[in-house]
């Protein structure tokens, strides 16, 4: 064996990763570990990636790097999914193994990426966890509720209520939130900005938010009470603080305060029997602290924000994560948009005339207009054809989007 190696390599024939293969495969894991950490990533990163890598090199028996397949490695998260683990946990596994093969391929240890075809799961089929944007009415009793609660995970109710402020009206994920400090706000500047620095961001970026000046006030006006803060230190203490429990324990006293407010037994029923301000709703769907971030991006598409700046703000680098998995348009909000298709074609004998009920909403849309010496026909067509929509609604869809409105006004304005 000796004596063909020598020969091989006096015909220029060696085999520059035969080394590589020989070594135990725990050897280039330790290496990835140290890469990982000397490339910036966080030690939660290094950590959770290093531990998958290891938990499926050790559940698959791999001793060399050539003994990597993907069929066993498929074996083992198919096992995962039997013990109770998600399709999104074993996703998790998968991509930190296939992070390891292809940088033993880019560290020139090995020729080929041997779970390069290896592809992931659809995980929307086995959604463990789905969380829910909160409606502004529903935001606004959760703040009201914070305030005047009791101290929860070592946090007072009106820091709670800053705290979930901030998440509302940043997108700013738990982690992020916890790196905050006084030096991290910029109130001068026009607009107010919040900043949060590479090392806690979640894309490994320094990201500048602006903010909205009512909310900049509003934390100011929170700051200047906390005298006891140095530049430096951390607004929120989050490491071992439980913020699905603060949300959970929050929303259950605001939904008590709102059954309470019921003013007949059949409107306390109706409201029982609703979802409304519960932590897990009917559909299995959770509203717990990251929901707050959903909430963010989910308004900003409600209020009409380009799809490209929606994912600017909420920093991801795919622009489908931002529109398909935090952002949930309900029914209501859906139906202006249907209503301002073209309208289906009348049949001859209605085209006559309009209902009375029609023509009352139509000279009260003019006179409306008028009060405010604004010309009907002067108006831009696609500002005629929301009104002309509108009108189209039933009475009862105009008075539920209105109370959506006014309780979004209320609440910027509080």
Same mark, same amino acid.
């Given at each position: 064996e000796?004596?063909?190696?020598?020969e091989?390599?006096?015909?220029? =024939?060696e085999?520059?990763?035969?080394? +590589?293969? #020989?070594?135990p =495969?725990?050897?280039?894991?330790?290496?990835y570990?140290?890469?990982?950490?000397? #490339?910036?990533?966080t030690? %939660?990163? @290094?950590?959770?990636?290093t531990? *998958?890598v290891?938990?499926?090199?050790?559940?698959?028996k791999?001793?060399a790097?050539?003994?990597?397949?993907p069929?066993?490695v /498929?074996?083992?998260?198919?096992?995962?999914r039997?013990?109770g683990?998600?399709?999104a946990?074993?996703? +998790?596994?998968?991509?930190?193994?296939? %992070?390891?093969? *292809?940088?033993?391929v880019?560290d020139?240890?090995t020729?080929?990426?041997r =779970?390069?075809?290896?592809s992931r799961?659809?995980a929307?089929?086995?959604? *463990?966890? @789905?969380r829910?944007p909160l409606?502004?009415?529903?935001?606004?009793?959760l703040l009201?509720a914070?305030e005047?609660g009791?101290t929860?995970?070592c946090i007072s109710?009106?820091d709670?209520a800053?705290?979930?402020?901030?998440?509302?009206?940043?997108g700013?994920?738990?982690?992020?939130?916890?790196s905050?400090t006084?030096?991290?706000f910029d109130?001068?500047?026009?607009?107010?900005? $919040?900043?949060v620095?590479?090392?806690?961001?979640?894309?490994?970026?320094t990201?500048v938010?602006?903010?909205?000046k009512?909310?900049a006030?509003?934390?100011?006006?929170? =700051?200047?009470a906390?005298?006891?803060?140095?530049?430096?230190?951390?607004l929120?203490?989050?490491?071992?603080?439980r913020?699905?429990?603060m949300?959970?324990?929050?929303?259950?006293?605001?939904r008590?305060?709102?059954?309470g407010?019921a003013?007949t037994?059949?409107?306390?029923k109706r409201?029982?029997q609703?979802?409304? $301000?519960?932590?897990?709703?009917?559909? !299995? &769907?959770?509203?717990d602290?990251h929901?707050l971030r959903?909430?963010?991006?989910?308004n900003l598409?409600l209020a !009409?924000? &380009?799809p490209?700046?929606? /994912?600017?703000l909420?920093? +991801?680098?795919d622009?489908?994560?931002t529109?398909n998995?935090?952002t949930?348009?309900?029914v209501?909000?859906?139906a202006a948009?249907?209503?301002? $298709?073209?309208?289906?074609?009348s049949?001859?004998e /209605?085209k006559?005339?309009?209902?009375?009920?029609s023509r009352?909403d139509?000279?009260a849309t003019?006179?409306k207009?008028?009060?405010?010496s604004i010309?009907p026909?002067s108006?831009?067509p696609?500002?005629?054809r929301?009104?002309?929509a509108w009108?189209?609604?039933p009475?009862?869809?105009k008075n539920?989007?209105?109370? *959506?409105?006014?309780?979004?006004?209320q609440?910027?304005l509080?």
């Amino acid at each position: 064996e000796h004596v063909k190696k020598v020969e091989r390599k006096l015909a220029g =024939l060696e085999d520059p990763f035969d080394k +590589h293969h #020989k070594r135990p =495969l725990s050897e280039h894991v330790a290496d990835y570990e140290n890469y990982l950490k000397h #490339k910036g990533s966080t030690a %939660m990163h @290094v950590q959770k990636t290093t531990q *998958r890598v290891k938990a499926v090199v050790e559940g698959c028996k791999f001793k060399a790097i050539l003994q990597i397949t993907p069929s066993r490695v /498929q074996e083992y998260l198919a096992g995962l999914r039997s013990d109770g683990r998600s399709i999104a946990t074993s996703n +998790h596994y998968q991509r930190a193994i296939k %992070m390891f093969t *292809r940088w033993l391929v880019r560290d020139r240890r090995t020729p080929e990426d041997r =779970l390069a075809h290896l592809s992931r799961l659809n995980a929307d089929t086995d959604r *463990r966890r @789905v969380r829910r944007p909160l409606s502004p009415e529903e935001f606004q009793r959760l703040l009201e509720a914070a305030e005047t609660g009791p101290t929860i995970q070592c946090i007072s109710g009106p820091d709670r209520a800053i705290l979930y402020i901030i998440a509302g009206y940043t997108g700013f994920r738990r982690g992020e939130i916890g790196s905050v400090t006084l030096r991290s706000f910029d109130f001068e500047s026009e607009p107010p900005t $919040l900043t949060v620095q590479a090392g806690y961001s979640k894309r490994r970026r320094t990201d500048v938010l602006p903010l909205r000046k009512d909310f900049a006030q509003r934390i100011r006006q929170w =700051l200047a009470a906390r005298t006891e803060l140095e530049p430096h230190d951390p607004l929120f203490h989050l490491g071992h603080r439980r913020t699905a429990t603060m949300m959970a324990r929050d929303l259950e006293a605001a939904r008590k305060k709102w059954l309470g407010e019921a003013k007949t037994d059949k409107d306390r029923k109706r409201r029982e029997q609703s979802s409304f $301000l519960k932590y897990v709703d009917d559909d !299995g &769907q959770f509203a717990d602290f990251h929901a707050l971030r959903k909430t963010f991006i989910t308004n900003l598409s409600l209020a !009409g924000v &380009q799809p490209k700046a929606a /994912q600017t703000l909420a920093r +991801h680098s795919d622009i489908n994560l931002t529109m398909n998995t935090y952002t949930m348009l309900q029914v209501l909000d859906q139906a202006a948009a249907v209503e301002s $298709l073209p309208p289906v074609p009348s049949a001859v004998e /209605q085209k006559a005339g309009r209902s009375s009920e029609s023509r009352r909403d139509t000279e009260a849309t003019d006179a409306k207009l008028a009060a405010f010496s604004i010309d009907p026909a002067s108006l831009p067509p696609n500002v005629a054809r929301i009104l002309a929509a509108w009108e189209q609604l039933p009475a009862d869809v105009k008075n539920r989007l209105t109370g *959506r409105v006014e309780a979004a006004t209320q609440l910027r304005l509080a």
